[in-house]
């Protein structure tokens, strides 16, 4: 078998506030293959958006082992894991994903003008994924001119503009009603088929739950089932 | 458009009224300079045409001796060739002989040491703007009077003042001569001046030169040329070009010791010279003020801007904007916070500036006496502001250093920010 997209040995977390010590994390052992589309479950403060963070190299663990696409994040500098999480991450938060001041389509493109692309480049990539998740049209609007599912679908272009390794999403649905919420989760699942990028969802949201190939429950700040549909 | 200015010039229009209020302040101030230097500018122009136009001009020839220590007897002799010569150097406009005499001057009733200063009526109205300052009687004729009747001599007023005397009135003058013997004459008041320089108008008498040299025994010689330039600020290249011509001449037939020297005004008025650096020093000062005002402005919109924006930022880094390029950004918002109201600052203060410029400042905004005198010079009237391209550009360059180093502190905070607390907002 080749290596795993993600693979966490025995990964923990400490956060330290003043004297407490809180251990989010207490040895997780996980593995995700390439075109996942998987959730991690579990009561709030279990430790899913801390593993998700470790990830996405938006933090450091405080031991084990993590590699993500083929790469140790478990120690990166923060202009390295800046660039990390630019080549292989995508991201969607539960809010404020947007810029407010940037357009809809301005906020699509934003990664891919970090990398360096062309205007032109930028256009054939950016538009089609836009009229792909239904915002055809509205690419002149300001994200408060923009329903919150359609804000997350342009966050969703964002993640996906530059083909990332992964999509990571932590309670995407949190902030939206049950229909603006499957028609999300539906529309991420099918470009999870169309183009084979992987999705690895924080939440406990029973749409994404449903929809999820495989889902990750954990307690505690471990695994404790790890349930294949 | 470049993705920071794109952020900085909306960000500024999301927040108008923050904006506005900050913009106003980085433009009043940098408007506040450009008036400033305008004005002082013009007000140094002032005091150096205030303070070489009426007897100094902007060039003098002296003997070297003269130069060192001026005495009665330390004389050189310059004929019309002579002067001629030195007007036909491009940077000389006019020139003046000048003989330089002190002396008792007085009637029956009172007497006062004077300066008596021998001219060319002609040529000395060419040079200086002496002749203007004539407000009783009139300016010398262009020869001396008739050998029976008194020497003609125009009064500064304090002079004439003093010795209780009009045009028409006669004078008697005692003074020492060339040769060690004391001279004295009877003269004639035909005119009072008052020309705004004190030295002139309280203690100056102007006689034709061929009276001066008579009666100090002179013999046709002079103490000094005082020669006129366009631009005062060009006086020492103008003395420079005077120097080689008189050292082409061979000292006009002196010996090497007494040759002659030419002194631009900024060596013959150390004080005025020193004045004038001061003033352009304090500039600094005035900067510091008032930019320190301006860039606390931008200081403080910056950092409000940027913790307004925190979890903005927590996303964007997430996604894989680099911390540096985050800090980058920032600057360049500053930048164009600073920019866009120096240059509006620039415009406005450039307006004024050109009004006071065209039109003049009526100085009875500064005093109920519509005028006062500084360093020997008289300020009445309108003074004119004196507009350059760099008077308007440089305090809008430097506002834009200011801008780029307020905005970097709070840009370096915002940069330093943890994406994964912030969007859970844990800060
Ligand atoms: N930056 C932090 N500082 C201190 N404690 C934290 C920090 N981030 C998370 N925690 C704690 O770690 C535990 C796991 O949190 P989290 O991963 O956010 O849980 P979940 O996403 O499953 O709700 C919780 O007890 C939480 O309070
Ligand atoms: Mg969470």
Redesign the pocket.
């Known amino acids: 078998m080749s290596e795993p997209l993600i693979r966490a040995e025995g990964v923990t977390k400490v ?1 330290r ?1 003043g004297e407490l010590e ?1 251990h ?1 994390l207490r040895g997780v052992d996980l593995t995700v293959g390439v075109g996942e589309f998987s959730a991690l479950a ?1 009561p ?7 593993l998700l963070n470790l990830i996405g190299a938006l933090d450091e663990p405080s031991g084990g082992v993590l590699s993500v696409a083929g790469q140790d994040v478990t120690q990166l500098a923060r202009g390295d894991a800046a660039d990390f999480r630019l080549d292989h991450v995508g991201f969607v938060f539960q809010a404020y994903n947007l810029v407010p001041v940037l357009t809809a389509y301005e906020n699509a493109e934003f990664t891919l003008l970090l990398r360096g692309a062309s205007r032109e480049e930028r256009r054939t990539v950016v538009e089609p994924l836009l009229e792909r998740v239904g915002l055809g049209g509205l690419f002149e609007r300001k994200p408060h001119e923009l329903s919150g599912g359609q804000q997350q679908r342009v966050a969703v272009v964002r993640a996906l503009a530059t083909s990332p390794s992964i999509v990571l999403a932590d309670e995407p649905t949190a902030n939206l009603d049950s229909t603006a919420s499957a028609g999300l989760l539906d529309l991420m699942l099918e470009l999870n088929q169309e183009l084979g990028t992987t999705f690895l969802f ?1 939440t406990h949201d029973e749409l994404v739950l449903e929809r999820a190939k495989r889902v990750v429950r954990m307690l505690d700040g471990r695994v404790d089932e790890d349930i294949w549909d | 458009m470049n993705l920071s200015v794109r952020l900085g010039i909306r960000n500024l229009a999301r927040h108008r009224w923050r904006s506005i209020l900050t913009l106003g302040g980085v433009a009043a101030a940098v408007a506040l300079m450009v008036w400033t230097l305008a004005f002082v500018d013009g007000w140094l122009d002032l005091m150096v045409r205030g303070a070489t136009a009426v007897e100094t001009g902007q060039v003098q020839v002296h003997s070297r001796a003269y130069a060192d220590q001026p005495r009665v007897y330390r004389s050189f002799h310059a004929d019309d060739a002579f002067l001629d010569t030195l007007t036909a150097l491009s940077e000389v406009d006019a020139a003046a002989p000048r003989v330089k005499l002190a002396g008792l001057v007085g009637n029956e009733r009172t007497s006062q040491v004077a300066r008596l200063l021998g001219v060319d009526p002609t040529r000395e109205t060419e040079t200086t703007a002496v002749a203007e300052g004539v407000v009783e009687g009139r300016w010398l004729s262009g020869s001396p009077a008739d050998l029976t009747r008194p020497r003609e001599v125009v009064l500064g007023r304090g002079l004439a003042r003093q010795l209780r005397v009009a045009p028409g009135d006669e004078l008697v003058v005692f003074l020492e001569a060339a040769d060690g013997s004391l001279g004295n004459d009877l003269l004639q008041v035909v005119g009072v001046l008052e020309t705004g320089n004190s030295m002139v108008d309280r203690g100056t008498a102007y006689m034709h030169i061929e009276d001066a040299q008579w009666v100090a025994a002179l013999d046709g010689e002079i103490h000094e040329v005082a020669l006129r330039t366009a631009d005062p600020e060009l006086a020492p290249l103008a003395a420079a070009a005077v120097a080689a011509r008189l050292e082409a001449l061979d000292g006009a037939g002196l010996p090497e010791e007494e040759g002659l020297v030419a002194q631009p005004w900024q060596e013959l008025l150390p004080g005025l010279s020193q004045i004038l650096s001061v003033s352009r020093e304090s500039y600094l000062f005035m900067y510091l003020m008032v930019y320190l005002v301006a860039a606390v402005g931008i200081l403080n919109t910056q950092r409000m801007s940027a913790q307004e924006r925190r979890r903005e930022f927590g996303v964007l880094v997430a996604v894989g904007l680099a911390p540096r390029r985050l800090l980058g950004i920032l600057v360049v918002e500053a930048l164009v916070l600073g920019m866009l109201g120096a240059l509006a600052g620039g415009l406005v203060g450039g307006v004024i500036s050109w009004w006071h410029a065209t039109a003049g400042l009526d100085l009875s905004v500064f005093t109920d006496q519509g005028g006062f005198s500084y360093m020997g010079v008289v300020f009445e009237g309108r003074i004119f502001a004196r507009m350059s391209a760099a008077a308007v550009a440089q305090p809008v360059l430097v506002m834009l250093v200011v801008a780029v180093l307020s905005g970097l502190w709070p840009a370096w905070v915002a940069s330093r920010i943890e994406p994964a ?1 912030t969007i ?1 907002g ?1 800060t």
């Open positions: 956060f506030q809180v989010a579990g709030s403060g279990c430790g899913k958006t801390t924080a | 607390p859970a844990r």
